[in-house]
């Protein structure tokens, strides 16, 4: 499991991001690779929006597939989106 904070994705943008807050340990999320600062922008190949995150977020507690951005602390950049599933 992992805990996230929902922003829009730039100003005036439609577009919702879940940045990863925590991971828990033992957790797919950590199995899966996921960080504290990575970015999630799909849930199940649907883009998160103002008008589904609601909907696609109360997916979360079963499979689902996640689209998401790494944040490289060291280049203080995202890396290239990577979909993975997360059971």
Do not use: C, M
Not at 38 to 48: A, F, G, K, Q
Not at 67 to 75: E, F, L, P, R
Request: proline content about 1%.
């Amino acid at each position: 499991g992992y805990d996230f904070t929902l922003y829009r994705e730039t100003a005036g943008s439609d577009n919702v991001i879940a940045q990863i807050v925590f991971v828990k340990a033992n957790s797919p999320a950590t199995t899966a690779g996921l960080k504290r600062g990575d970015v999630i922008t799909h849930i199940n190949s649907e883009r998160l929006t103002v008008n589904n995150y609601q909907a696609l977020l109360a997916k979360l507690g079963e499979s689902h597939t996640i689209t998401y951005q790494a944040y490289d602390y060291t280049q203080q950049n995202f890396s290239a989106a990577t979909t993975l599933t997360l059971v």
